[in-house]
C-alpha cells in the first residue's frame, strides 16, 4: 500500500469558512474544524490529480490518503471499519458482488447515507440502481467503465497485425503473435481478481447475447451457471490459454507486471478494463492504446460489451470530518472532478452534460454504450459477494491445474442459491 501526503497550501480563511463553503447544506460533523481528509482509494494513478485539485479549491485542507491493489483494499476495508480504524472516504464497489461492494457495506450501517447530496438524483437510473442499498444512496459512482481488448497500436503494426472482431479470427490472430514471438494479451492472474475479466469479456455475448434477461431469471430461480452458457464462456477462456494467446504463466503474474508486459509491447495487448489504459500510458507515455470488444461468436453484430458503473466513493458513517467527507465527494460527483478521473482512467462520466470530450482509445466502447450493445459488470447483481471469491479463487485452481471448469459453475450455484 501507498501512502502519501501532498502539499498544502496557506490558508487564507478561517477554518471554519473553509468548511462551510460548498458543504451541501449538510449537518457539521464531529471535526472540531479540522482540515485534513483520510481517505483510502482504489484509483491508483488518477486520484492524485483529484486530489491536488481539491487541495487547490480549497486552500489550507490536507489529504492524507493510501491507494492499493483491489484484493489487498477488499482484505483490509471491512476490518478497517469494524474496528474504527477506517478512513473519512472510502472506495466502495457498485452492487453486491465483493467485500467493498455496497450492499455489503451499507447493510451492516457503516456508510453514511448520500441520498441528500445535490449529485444524487442526477443519477442515471442504471447507475443509480446499484449505488443504492434500500431505497438510499451510499455511493458517489463517477464513470463509466468497461471491459475489453485493450491493444498497444505501436506493438500491433509492428507486428502486422489487427484487432480481430470474430472468435474464428480471434484465435488466428493469438496464433500469429505467437509465432511472432509476442503473444497476444499479458494476463496477470497472480492478483485473483484479475482472473474474472477475460471471462465477463466472453460472458457479455456468450451468455447475454440470446438471453437479456438472463440475471432476471438467476433470481427467480429458473437458470444456473451450471446449465447455461457460462459453460461455453469458460470453455473459451481455457481454449484460449491453450492456443497461447497469453504470455507464459498467468498464474506467476501480477496485475502490475501484466500492464509492462502490455505497454511496452512484450504483448500486443492486455484484456482488463479501460481504467488500465491511463496506468499503461505511465509506463509509456509516447504509446497509443485503444479498448475494442473481445469477440465470442463469428458474428460482429452479436458482440456485447460488459460496462457498467466503476468504483466510487463511499463515506464512513462514523467519519472524523464528516463536512470535509461531503465536500470531497461532491467535489469527486461535479464537472471538474469527475472529468479529472475519467480522463485519467480513460473512462466515461456517470452523469450528464459535464462537457468531457471522450478520448479517442474509448471510441469504441463509447459506441457500444450508445447503441446498448452492453450488460452490466456480472457480480454485481449476483445476491452476495461469496460468489465471486468462489470464481476467483476457482479460476485460479482451474489454472494451476486444481480444479476443473464444471466444479467451479457448481460451486458458484451453490453460493449463489445461499442468496444475501
Known sequence: MKTRTLPVLIAALTAGAVLAACSGGTKAGSDGGSRTLTL????QGSVEDVVKAFEKANPGV???????????????????????????V???????????ATHVLAEPGYLRDLSDQPWAARMPDAIKSVAQYDGKTYNAIFGQNGIGAVYNQQAMTKAGLTPPDTWTKLLAFCRAAKAEGTPAFALGNQDNWVTQLVLYALVATTVYGDDRDFDQR???????????????ALDKY???????????????????????????????GIIQGNWVI??????????TFTLRALPATDDPSETLIPAAAGAGYGVNAKAKNERL?????????????????????????????????????????????????????????WPNAKVQQTMLSGLQEIFSGQSRPEKLLDDMDADYEAGS
Open 40 to 43: 483510502a482509494s482504489v484509483d
Open 62 to 88: 490536507k489529504v492524507r490518503y493510501t491507494t492499493s491493489g483491489a484484493d489487498q483494499y477488499q482484505q483490509q476495508i471491512r476490518t478497517q471499519l469494524s474496528s474504527g480504524t477506517a478512513p473519512d
Open 90 to 100: 472510502m472506495s466502495v464497489w457498485p452492487g453486491n458482488g465483493n467485500p467493498g
Open 218 to 232: 438467476m433470481q427467480a430461480g429458473r437458470a444456473t451457471f451450471a446449465q447455461s452458457p457460462w459453460t461455453t
Open 238 to 268: 481455457l481454449t484460449m490459454e491453450r492456443t497461447g494467446c497469453f504470455q507464459k504463466n498467468p498464474l506467476g503474474t501480477t496485475y502490475e507486471a501484466g500492464q509492462g508486459l502490455a505497454a511496452t509491447g512484450r504483448t500486443l
Open 278 to 287: 491511463a496506468l499503461l500510458k505511465q509506463k509509456n507515455p509516447k504509446g
Open 325 to 381: 467527507a461531503l465536500k470531497f465527494v461532491t467535489f469527486v460527483m461535479s464537472p471538474e472532478g469527475m472529468n479529472l478521473f475519467v480522463e485519467k482512467q480513460g473512462g466515461l462520466p456517470s452523469l450528464p452534460d459535464t462537457g468531457y470530450a471522450v478520448d479517442p482509445s474509448l471510441t469504441a466502447l463509447s459506441q457500444f454504450v450508445e447503441a446498448d450493445r452492453t450488460v452490466p459488470f456480472m457480480d454485481q447483481l
